[in-house]
Protein backbone atom coordinates (compact mmCIF):
# COMPACT_ATOMS: atom_id res chain seq x y z
CA UNK A 1 0.00 0.00 0.00
CA UNK A 2 2.70 2.34 0.90
CA UNK A 3 4.42 1.66 -1.95
CA UNK A 4 1.20 2.35 -4.59
CA UNK A 5 1.22 5.34 -2.50
CA UNK A 6 4.28 6.44 -3.40
CA UNK A 7 3.58 5.68 -7.13
CA UNK A 8 0.66 7.95 -7.14
CA UNK A 9 2.58 10.78 -5.78
CA UNK A 10 5.27 10.28 -7.93
CA UNK A 11 2.76 10.31 -10.77
CA UNK A 12 0.98 13.53 -9.62
CA UNK A 13 4.37 15.33 -9.68
CA UNK A 14 4.88 13.96 -12.90
CA UNK A 15 1.63 15.28 -14.63
CA UNK A 16 2.81 18.51 -12.99
CA UNK A 17 5.78 18.34 -14.77
CA UNK A 18 4.20 17.47 -17.97
CA UNK A 19 2.27 20.46 -17.79
CA UNK A 20 4.97 22.87 -17.37
CA UNK A 21 7.45 21.45 -19.28
CA UNK A 22 5.87 19.42 -22.37
CA UNK A 23 4.36 20.24 -25.50
CA UNK A 24 0.84 18.31 -26.35
CA UNK A 25 -0.25 16.94 -29.17
CA UNK A 26 3.34 15.58 -30.26
CA UNK A 27 3.23 13.23 -33.31
CA UNK A 28 6.04 11.53 -34.67
CA UNK A 29 5.85 10.89 -38.71
CA UNK A 30 6.11 7.10 -39.20
CA UNK A 31 9.52 6.64 -40.87
CA UNK A 32 10.21 2.86 -40.48
CA UNK A 33 11.50 1.40 -43.61
CA UNK A 34 12.33 -1.95 -42.61
CA UNK A 35 10.94 -3.96 -39.48
CA UNK A 36 13.87 -4.52 -37.84
CA UNK A 37 16.31 -1.31 -36.60
CA UNK A 38 19.80 -1.05 -34.76
CA UNK A 39 21.08 1.69 -32.62
CA UNK A 40 24.44 2.78 -32.88
CA UNK A 41 25.74 3.71 -29.44
CA UNK A 42 28.88 5.42 -29.58
CA UNK A 43 30.66 2.69 -27.30
CA UNK A 44 34.19 1.11 -27.76
CA UNK A 45 33.00 -1.94 -29.04
CA UNK A 46 30.83 -0.38 -32.05
CA UNK A 47 33.11 -0.33 -34.93
CA UNK A 48 33.89 -3.82 -34.47
CA UNK A 49 30.60 -4.54 -34.18
CA UNK A 50 29.53 -3.34 -37.43
CA UNK A 51 32.54 -4.71 -39.46
CA UNK A 52 31.20 -8.37 -38.56
CA UNK A 53 27.80 -7.49 -40.06
CA UNK A 54 27.85 -8.16 -43.79
CA UNK A 55 23.54 -7.42 -44.06
CA UNK A 56 23.66 -3.76 -42.13
CA UNK A 57 21.33 -2.70 -45.03
CA UNK A 58 18.66 -4.43 -44.05
CA UNK A 59 18.05 -2.59 -41.18
CA UNK A 60 16.97 1.22 -40.03
CA UNK A 61 20.22 2.86 -38.42
CA UNK A 62 19.66 5.72 -35.36
CA UNK A 63 23.17 7.38 -34.42
CA UNK A 64 23.37 9.29 -31.53
CA UNK A 65 24.71 12.17 -30.07
CA UNK A 66 28.85 12.53 -31.40
CA UNK A 67 28.33 10.02 -34.08
CA UNK A 68 28.65 11.99 -37.22
CA UNK A 69 32.46 13.29 -35.92
CA UNK A 70 33.52 10.07 -37.07
CA UNK A 71 34.13 7.98 -40.55
CA UNK A 72 31.16 6.20 -40.25
CA UNK A 73 28.24 8.33 -40.58
CA UNK A 74 28.88 8.57 -44.08
CA UNK A 75 29.86 5.36 -44.05
CA UNK A 76 26.22 3.73 -43.00
CA UNK A 77 24.14 7.11 -43.87
CA UNK A 78 21.95 6.42 -41.21
CA UNK A 79 18.20 7.37 -41.29
CA UNK A 80 17.60 9.02 -37.76
CA UNK A 81 19.71 11.07 -35.62
CA UNK A 82 19.00 12.28 -32.15
CA UNK A 83 20.83 14.29 -30.12
CA UNK A 84 20.14 14.80 -26.30
CA UNK A 85 23.72 15.93 -24.83
CA UNK A 86 22.77 18.71 -22.45
CA UNK A 87 25.92 20.97 -23.54
CA UNK A 88 25.45 20.39 -27.24
CA UNK A 89 21.90 23.20 -26.37
CA UNK A 90 23.73 25.36 -24.12
CA UNK A 91 23.37 29.21 -25.24
CA UNK A 92 27.03 30.10 -23.57
CA UNK A 93 28.93 26.27 -22.98
CA UNK A 94 33.07 26.59 -22.42
CA UNK A 95 34.63 27.36 -25.38
CA UNK A 96 35.89 23.36 -25.99
CA UNK A 97 32.24 22.92 -26.03
CA UNK A 98 31.43 25.47 -28.52
CA UNK A 99 33.97 24.38 -30.87
CA UNK A 100 33.22 20.62 -30.81
CA UNK A 101 29.24 21.40 -31.40
CA UNK A 102 30.19 23.41 -34.45
CA UNK A 103 32.35 20.67 -35.91
CA UNK A 104 29.51 18.20 -35.13
CA UNK A 105 26.83 20.61 -36.78
CA UNK A 106 29.18 20.76 -39.78
CA UNK A 107 29.37 17.40 -40.49
CA UNK A 108 26.07 16.84 -39.55
CA UNK A 109 24.61 19.70 -42.52
CA UNK A 110 26.96 17.73 -44.95
CA UNK A 111 24.39 14.71 -45.29
CA UNK A 112 23.38 14.28 -48.99
CA UNK A 113 20.31 11.33 -47.97
CA UNK A 114 17.48 11.97 -46.34
CA UNK A 115 17.81 12.02 -42.77
CA UNK A 116 15.24 12.27 -39.46
CA UNK A 117 16.85 14.72 -36.65
CA UNK A 118 15.40 14.23 -33.19
CA UNK A 119 15.77 17.18 -31.04
CA UNK A 120 14.22 17.92 -27.24
CA UNK A 121 12.37 20.84 -27.76
CA UNK A 122 13.50 23.12 -24.79
CA UNK A 123 16.66 23.43 -28.22
CA UNK A 124 13.80 25.45 -30.11
CA UNK A 125 15.20 28.58 -27.40
CA UNK A 126 18.36 28.34 -29.26
CA UNK A 127 19.66 30.11 -32.62
CA UNK A 128 22.58 29.03 -33.21
CA UNK A 129 21.66 25.85 -34.56
CA UNK A 130 18.36 26.70 -36.58
CA UNK A 131 20.55 28.35 -40.40
CA UNK A 132 22.08 24.88 -40.84
CA UNK A 133 19.56 22.59 -40.53
CA UNK A 134 15.97 24.38 -40.66
CA UNK A 135 15.97 24.82 -44.18
CA UNK A 136 18.34 21.85 -45.40
CA UNK A 137 17.52 19.89 -48.40
CA UNK A 138 17.54 16.37 -46.63
CA UNK A 139 17.51 17.03 -43.13
CA UNK A 140 13.54 16.97 -41.49
CA UNK A 141 13.55 17.84 -38.09
CA UNK A 142 11.56 16.09 -35.30
CA UNK A 143 11.34 17.78 -31.84
CA UNK A 144 10.44 15.32 -28.92
CA UNK A 145 9.61 16.05 -24.84
CA UNK A 146 12.38 14.77 -22.61
CA UNK A 147 10.29 15.24 -19.73
CA UNK A 148 11.06 12.47 -17.03
CA UNK A 149 8.23 10.22 -16.18
CA UNK A 150 7.60 8.68 -12.99
CA UNK A 151 4.82 6.54 -11.23
CA UNK A 152 2.31 4.41 -11.97
CA UNK A 153 3.07 1.45 -14.67
CA UNK A 154 -0.12 2.37 -16.33
CA UNK A 155 -0.34 6.10 -15.98
CA UNK A 156 3.51 5.86 -17.02
CA UNK A 157 2.28 3.94 -20.39
CA UNK A 158 -0.50 6.49 -21.59
CA UNK A 159 1.95 9.22 -21.13
CA UNK A 160 4.65 7.62 -23.32
CA UNK A 161 2.31 6.79 -25.89
CA UNK A 162 0.74 10.45 -25.86
CA UNK A 163 5.22 11.04 -26.66
CA UNK A 164 4.51 13.48 -23.45
CA UNK A 165 7.88 12.52 -21.66
CA UNK A 166 9.85 8.96 -21.34
CA UNK A 167 11.65 7.41 -18.52
CA UNK A 168 14.24 9.65 -17.11
CA UNK A 169 17.04 10.56 -20.10
CA UNK A 170 20.00 10.47 -18.51
CA UNK A 171 21.68 8.53 -21.57
CA UNK A 172 20.53 9.13 -25.03
CA UNK A 173 19.77 5.49 -25.79
CA UNK A 174 16.65 6.54 -23.51
CA UNK A 175 15.04 8.71 -26.41
CA UNK A 176 16.31 6.32 -29.18
CA UNK A 177 15.07 3.68 -27.66
CA UNK A 178 11.67 5.52 -27.11
CA UNK A 179 11.46 6.42 -30.81
CA UNK A 180 11.47 3.07 -32.36
CA UNK A 181 9.34 1.74 -30.32
CA UNK A 182 6.79 4.67 -31.41
CA UNK A 183 7.66 3.05 -34.99
CA UNK A 184 6.49 -0.35 -33.49
CA UNK A 185 9.78 -1.75 -34.69
CA UNK A 186 9.36 -5.65 -34.82
CA UNK A 187 13.09 -5.70 -33.43
CA UNK A 188 15.38 -3.27 -32.06
CA UNK A 189 19.27 -3.93 -31.57
CA UNK A 190 21.77 -2.15 -29.61
CA UNK A 191 25.20 -1.60 -30.57
CA UNK A 192 27.88 0.08 -29.55
CA UNK A 193 25.71 0.29 -25.99
CA UNK A 194 28.64 -0.86 -23.58
CA UNK A 195 28.23 1.84 -20.45
CA UNK A 196 30.81 0.08 -19.21
CA UNK A 197 31.92 3.20 -17.18
CA UNK A 198 32.24 1.54 -13.74
CA UNK A 199 35.85 -0.31 -15.11
CA UNK A 200 36.91 3.49 -15.39
CA UNK A 201 36.12 5.79 -12.54
CA UNK A 202 38.32 6.61 -9.92
CA UNK A 203 38.91 9.38 -7.40
CA UNK A 204 42.20 12.13 -7.26
CA UNK A 205 44.00 12.16 -4.19
CA UNK A 206 42.36 15.75 -4.26
CA UNK A 207 38.77 13.84 -4.02
CA UNK A 208 38.32 14.85 -7.97
CA UNK A 209 36.14 12.45 -9.36
CA UNK A 210 37.35 11.55 -12.58
CA UNK A 211 35.86 9.30 -15.19
CA UNK A 212 37.19 8.06 -18.56
CA UNK A 213 34.54 8.08 -21.06
CA UNK A 214 35.41 5.83 -24.21
CA UNK A 215 33.76 6.02 -27.11
CA UNK A 216 34.38 4.40 -30.17
CA UNK A 217 36.06 7.23 -31.86
CA UNK A 218 38.40 8.42 -29.44
CA UNK A 219 38.96 4.97 -27.29
CA UNK A 220 42.65 5.12 -27.53
CA UNK A 221 42.93 9.20 -26.94
CA UNK A 222 40.52 9.29 -24.09
CA UNK A 223 41.45 11.09 -20.82
CA UNK A 224 40.04 10.61 -17.32
CA UNK A 225 37.80 13.92 -16.97
CA UNK A 226 35.30 15.05 -14.23
CA UNK A 227 31.73 14.25 -14.95
CA UNK A 228 29.80 18.26 -15.42
CA UNK A 229 26.23 18.98 -13.96
CA UNK A 230 25.62 21.57 -16.96
CA UNK A 231 22.74 22.71 -15.57
CA UNK A 232 24.76 23.91 -12.21
CA UNK A 233 28.17 24.42 -13.58
CA UNK A 234 29.99 22.46 -11.27
CA UNK A 235 31.06 18.90 -11.10
CA UNK A 236 30.06 16.16 -10.18
CA UNK A 237 30.77 14.32 -6.59
CA UNK A 238 31.01 10.47 -6.64
CA UNK A 239 27.20 9.53 -5.07
CA UNK A 240 26.42 12.37 -7.91
CA UNK A 241 27.61 10.14 -10.57
CA UNK A 242 26.64 7.18 -9.52
CA UNK A 243 23.11 8.10 -8.80
CA UNK A 244 23.09 9.63 -12.33
CA UNK A 245 24.44 5.46 -13.51
CA UNK A 246 21.63 4.10 -11.01
CA UNK A 247 18.96 6.45 -13.06
CA UNK A 248 20.42 5.99 -16.29
CA UNK A 249 20.13 1.81 -15.88
CA UNK A 250 17.29 1.63 -14.18
CA UNK A 251 15.42 3.38 -17.27
CA UNK A 252 16.04 0.53 -19.46
CA UNK A 253 13.73 -1.70 -17.15
CA UNK A 254 11.18 0.46 -17.42
CA UNK A 255 11.67 1.11 -21.55
CA UNK A 256 11.57 -2.98 -21.97
CA UNK A 257 8.38 -3.28 -19.98
CA UNK A 258 6.83 -0.62 -22.00
CA UNK A 259 8.31 -2.32 -25.30
CA UNK A 260 6.91 -5.54 -24.68
CA UNK A 261 3.43 -4.08 -23.84
CA UNK A 262 3.56 -2.29 -27.55
CA UNK A 263 5.04 -5.72 -29.55
CA UNK A 264 8.85 -4.45 -30.04
CA UNK A 265 11.63 -6.40 -28.97
CA UNK A 266 14.80 -5.12 -27.85
CA UNK A 267 17.88 -7.24 -28.01
CA UNK A 268 21.22 -6.15 -26.62
CA UNK A 269 23.78 -6.90 -29.37
CA UNK A 270 26.37 -5.53 -28.08
CA UNK A 271 29.34 -7.48 -26.62
CA UNK A 272 30.22 -7.33 -22.78
CA UNK A 273 27.57 -4.66 -22.19
CA UNK A 274 26.65 -3.33 -18.92
CA UNK A 275 23.29 -2.99 -19.32
CA UNK A 276 20.97 -5.89 -17.84
CA UNK A 277 17.79 -5.24 -19.04
CA UNK A 278 17.47 -6.19 -22.25
CA UNK A 279 17.69 -9.95 -23.58
CA UNK A 280 21.33 -10.42 -25.33
CA UNK A 281 21.92 -11.79 -28.65
CA UNK A 282 24.73 -10.85 -30.80
CA UNK A 283 23.85 -10.12 -34.49
CA UNK A 284 25.76 -11.89 -37.33
Not at 30 to 49: C, D, M, V, Y
Not at 174 to 180: A, G, I, K, N, Q
Request: charge should be positive; proline fraction near 6%.
Amino acid sequence: MYITFILFLQSCITILKICVLSKFFVRFPKTAKHPHAIILGNGPSLEQSIRSLSHIGNYDLFAVNYFAQSELFQQLKPQSYVILAPEIWQENPMESVVNNRNDLFAKIAKVDWDMYFYIPFFAKKSSFWKPLFCNHQHIKIIYFNPTPIEGLRWVNHILYKKNLGMPRPHNVLTPCLMFTIAQKYENVYLLGADHSWLQHIWVSPHNEVLLTQKHFYDAATAKPLPMQNYKENKTRALHEVLHKFMLAFGSYFSIKTYAQSQGVRIINATPDSYIDAFERELLQ
